[in-house]
Structure formats: C-alpha cells, structure tokens
C-alpha cells in the first residue's frame, strides 16, 4: 500500500514539472510576438519586398528569440526577398557575407516548418543566385512543387526560377511540373499572362523551347504573342 502511494506521488510530480515545462515552452514561444511586426508572405515582386525589408529587424528578432518558431524564421527569410528582383546576369560571389543571413533563416524555417512550399521556392531561387555550395537549385524547387502545387501567386516567380535553371530542363518529372503551371495560367488565370511572358524572355533556350511547346498545346494564338514580344 505505501509502495503504491508512493508511486501516484511520484507520478504527480512528474506530471507537475511536465505541465510547468510545457507553460514555460508555450510562454517563452509565445513571447515573440511582444515583437510589433506585420505578417509578411513572400513578397510576389520587388515593390513588396522592400515593404518587407522594412520589417527586417524586428522579424528578424522575433525568429531569434523564439527560436523553434518556422514561421517567423520564414518572415524572416522573406525579408530578404529584394535579391530575388537582382540582375540576373550580375555576377554573384558565393562566399559573399550578404547571403549568408538569408541562407541562416531559410535553414531554420525549413528545420521547423519543412511543409513551407514558399520557402522552399525562395531557397531554389536564391540557392540559384548565390551559387551556394551544398544546394542545388533543381532540387529545392522540386520541393516547393511537392508542397504547394497549387499556390497560383507563386507560379511567376516559380517559372521565372525554373526557366532560368538548365538542371530544371533535364528533369523530366521538373519539365512536366513546369509545364503545368504555364497551363494552369493559360487556363485559370489570365490575368498572370504577362508575367508569364516575362518569365519566358528571361528563360534560357531550353526553358523557351519548354513553354512554347506548353503555350501551342493550350493556346496556340497566344504562342504568336510572346514570340512578338520576345524574339
């Protein structure tokens, strides 16, 4: 009989230091958001993003301070968007300093929020920009495709990456994700037309030969369009 009242007590014990340990976890994550920060998405073009960027610090802050927080290291990635908007032909060193802070967040988004579809986007396109050793662009944005196959905001920069990246064009199950997006824009939504053609004449040769086989199949008299537009 003592050993068995024994035991409960022990029992509630432990149950009391677990229930205090998941109140301190629960308030300390919770504390991040003292921090007064504008929820921020990844930003669709270079307008957005230097609204995001203003937020840089206290995003930034926020991420460091809850640690285990995915979606606040994820702002905090999408701050950094502006480098997605560079000049493409601008020659990048890989070990520049100014890419590692991004490199940082999107690892810890990833680490916590590996589900994260848009970051996975932002990784591929400035994995791609950067250069950066260990990670490879094509692989990255197979995973954004596998995470949010349907988020027609991020087709643009989706195709304005997958167009540019010639590992993408050897990758038949990449092509055929590709050429889904630029039927689902041709089909569902217009209105992303233009930057869809904008996307096209920034592709490289095997990206172009890619969407001009998509846009005859789906719409043959849009095909003229961007050729004009983009000889």
Known sequence: MK???SSRMWLRVALGVFGVFLSAQASWILLAERYPIVRI???????????????????KQAASFAVVRGDL??????????????????DLNPGDKSGLEPLNALTQALRYSPHRGDVWLMFAA??????????????????SYYTAPNELAWFPLRLSVSLRIKAVMEDAEL?????????????????????????????????????????????????????????
Do not use: H, N
């Open 3 to 5: 050993s068995e009242t």
């Open 73 to 90: 290291w994820a702002e905090s990635a999408f701050t950094c968007a502006g480098r997605l908007w560079m000049d493409q032909a601008m």
């Open 126 to 143: 400035l994995a791609d920009q950067y250069k950066w050793p260990g990670y490879q662009p094509a692989a990255l944005l197979k995973m």
């Open 175 to 231: 092509q055929e994700m590709v050429g889904r997006d630029i039927s689902l824009i041709l089909i569902r939504a217009p209105a992303l037309k233009p930057l869809l053609a904008a996307a096209y004449g920034a592709a490289s040769p095997p990206g172009r030969a890619l969407v001009q086989r998509v846009v005859a199949e789906t719409d043959p008299g849009y095909l003229k369009t961007i050729r004009a537009a983009y000889p």
């Open 41 to 59: 998405g990844l930003p669709a073009d270079a307008k957005a993003a230097v609204t995001a960027f203003v937020e840089r610090g206290r995003v």
